[in-house]
């Protein structure tokens, strides 16, 4: 199994908008080849932001790689852009195998 994440920090105040953005978007996982879950949580508010980490659970790290490159990733991150500057920076991508 295979863990992928997204570390963002968001702008305080505009926590809101950013949970509304993930609640409201079309993923475009159902059906997709090793996916098994998603998750988006939030972490601590600092004075200059609050963390939150996209997280999804794959079969393999390979069935993550191969999603990457679909269609259905281009089409879940279209427009993903900077929405009402509500990013401090970009996100950082972490991946995990899981050994135990």
């Keep these: 199994m295979f863990i992928a994440m997204n570390r963002f ?10 949970e509304n953005i993930w609640r409201d978007r079309d993923s475009h996982l159902d059906g997709v080849p090793g996916f098994k879950n998603f998750n988006l949580v939030r972490g601590a508010t600092h004075d200059d932001h609050t963390l ?3 997280h ?3 079969g393999s790290e390979e069935d993550f ?6 269609e259905a990733f281009r089409q879940a991150h279209k427009g993903a852009g ?3 500057g509500i990013y401090l920076g970009h996100p950082i991508f972490e ?3 899981i050994v135990v």
């Design 65 to 70: 790689k191969n999603w990457t490159k679909s």
């Design 95 to 97: 991946g995990f195998t």
């Design 82 to 84: 900077d929405p009402k």
């Design 56 to 58: 999804s659970t794959w």
């Design 52 to 54: 939150y980490a996209s």
């Design 9 to 18: 920090k968001i702008v305080p105040g505009s926590e809101e908008a950013f």
